[in-house]
């Protein structure tokens, strides 16, 4: 009895993923898709009715050769570059490295007036890594306190920055999906930019509310974690990726390039809640110059500050005043340097 309870429950949670992956990825019409549905959950019940009445064996047989026809059709769901992409995830960030210098194509610089309203601007731009001066991890909140999206800006001598996102890259006429981001709605993508667009069209056009976090990290652990983000945007080029909501997002790949580079990072359920990420920084002495996690989200809060830049070229300077732990003359430089 026991054993066909299990089996009853292991097999009411595989028709339950096997119809939302066939809704949510059949390249099929509405029609259709509810038809290829509508006989998949029917071939579950007939096996859940197998399972207690003996009669109703063919129903399991029916199902397994369902089931086989899923599994198959689900590992043929391959990722790709190309799609008919939307303007702001439509090109790729790649690098070369050499030396000390690192040449980024398709650094994406928009000048955003609104969330349709933009001028296009990609470009190719050159770095120094022994000109790095500083590490900032940028969280946008749409809503809820627990979710945001985590954004890592380079700072470089003379004010420069750079900044590094994860993101889903959507296709036109896609709407974010959290379930959606469990099925391979989504391809990977990690896009370098400008903070005049990345952080300013979060909060000056799409409504959002911004947090800025100097992070200290370990000597040299800087010039890794950049090396890092231009070696994965690399990979993503030549071996596309899907995104995944739980495994493959904007913290959990942050997370694991962070590893390579400190290795024993503790897990900890705020790179999931990314939220809830400067608490986690806190705890791990990443956040210096305030008294406490709270009192550094307060002060790192730069949404008004934002909102109130019209000049682009003072953007980095005043989302970064009165930010704990960063020198007010110069926002790329630590403090005493």
Known sequence: M???????????LV??????????????????????VLAWVLSALAALAGLVWHSWRPGLYLHGAALAALVTWWLRVRPSNDRPWI??????????VAGDEVTLHNVRNFDWRSR??????????????????????ALSYWGRAAIAHALVSFGFAGGGHVVFSVEIRR?????????????????????ASTEEDSLRVRTNVRGEDGYLYRVHMPPGAARELFL????????????????HTLTANCT?????????IVPGLPLDYRQLLSGYLPEYLYKLDALRGAGSAEQYRRLGRYTDRALATYERAQYSRNIRRGVPGIAQDDPAREPGK
């Open 87 to 96: 303007a702001e995830v439509s090109r790729q960030t790649h690098g070369e």
């Open 252 to 260: 959990t790949i942050v997370f694991q390039m962070a590893r390579r």
């Open 171 to 191: 296709k036109q006429g896609d709407r974010f999906s959290e379930i959606g981001g469990f099925f391979k709605q989504y391809e990977l993508s990690v896009i």
């Open 116 to 137: 349709t309203d933009f001028t296009p601007c990609w470009e190719t731009r050159r770095y120094a890594l022994d000109g790095l001066r500083s590490v900032d991890v």
């Open 2 to 12: 026991t054993v066909s309870i299990l089996s009853g429950i292991a097999m009411t």
């Open 228 to 243: 890092a983000y231009v070696d994965t945007a690399n990979r993503l080029l030549a071996a596309p990726r899907f995104y």
């Open 15 to 36: 028709a339950a993923w096997g119809a939302l992956a066939l809704w949510i990825r059949a390249p099929l019409g509405r029609g259709w898709k509810f038809a290829v």
